[in-house]
C-alpha cells in the first residue's frame, strides 16, 4: 500500500526551516536547528507508534496510561544525518541507533558505502532513517535496499529539504515508506544540489567548507 508524503505546515517548522537556508547562519546555529526541527518532525512521524496499555499509581489514585510497545531504530546516513539522530534519541532514549555511512560521488551523484555494521538479525521493529537532504534520493533509497535486505518492514524517512526528484525516487523505488520533511523545493541544479536548498548539509554542521 502506498504511504504519504507529509511536508509539515507548522509554523515552529516553517520559520526554523527558512532560518536554516540562510548563509550566514554558524555551524552551531546550523545543528542547534537541525536539531530541533529533527524532534518536531519525529512527533509528527511517531503519531501512529504502537503502545501497550499500563497503570500508574498517582499520589491519589490509579491510573490509566501506556508505554511505547515498539522498537523503535534510528538509522542516520553519515555524515549529515548524525546531526539528526542524537535529538530524536532526547525524545526516545529507548532506541536503538544504527549508523550507515553513505557519501555521494561528486561526478556521478551516485551513492557510495564506506560504514555498515548492521548485525545478522534485525533487532528494532521500526526504522526511522534520517538526512537532511533528498536530493537525487540515491542515498535513502540505498539505505532503504539494505535495510528491507537485513529484514526490517516498517521503515520512515525523516529528512529535512528534498527536491521533487528526490521524493520521485523514493516513493517509485518503496512506495511503502512514508516520507515526513520540512520542505520541497523547486529542483536540483547541475550538480544535482537542492535549490533554494541549504548547501551542503554535511559541511553546514561540521563547519567543513
Ligand atoms: O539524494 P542524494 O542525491 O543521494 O543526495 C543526498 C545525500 O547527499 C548528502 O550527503 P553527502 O554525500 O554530502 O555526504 P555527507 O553527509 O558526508 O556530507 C546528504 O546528506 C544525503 O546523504
Ligand atoms: O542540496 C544538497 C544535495 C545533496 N547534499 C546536500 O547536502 N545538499
Ligand atoms: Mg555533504
Known sequence: MPAGLHVSNHPFVRAKVTRLRDRSVS??????????????????????????????????????????????????????????????????????VWHLGLYRDHDTHQP??????????????IA????????????VVAAVDRLKKWGVQRIKFLGLIAAPEGVAALQSAHPDVSIYLAAVDTHLNENRYIVPGLGDAGDRQFGTR
Open 27 to 96: 555551524p552551531k546555529e546550523f545543528r542547534e536547528l537541525v536539531s530541533s526541527l529533527a524532534e518536531l518532525l519525529f512527533v509528527e512521524a511517531t503519531h501512529d507508534l504502537a503502545t501497550e496499555p499500563i497503570t500508574v499509581e498517582t499520589p491519589l489514585a490509579v491510573c490509566p496510561g501506556v508505554k511505547i510497545a515498539a522498537q523503535v531504530g534510528i538509522i542516520p546516513i553519515l555524515r549529515a544525518g548524525l546531526g539528526m539522530a542524537e535529538p530524536l534519541l532526547h525524545v526516545l532514549p529507548d532506541a536503538i
Open 112 to 125: 557510495i558505502w564506506y560504514y555498515d555494521k548492521l548485525p545478522k538479525q534485525p533487532n528494532i521493529d
Open 128 to 139: 526511522f532513517i534520517v538526512d537532511p537532504m533528498l536530493a537525487t534520493g540515491g542515498s
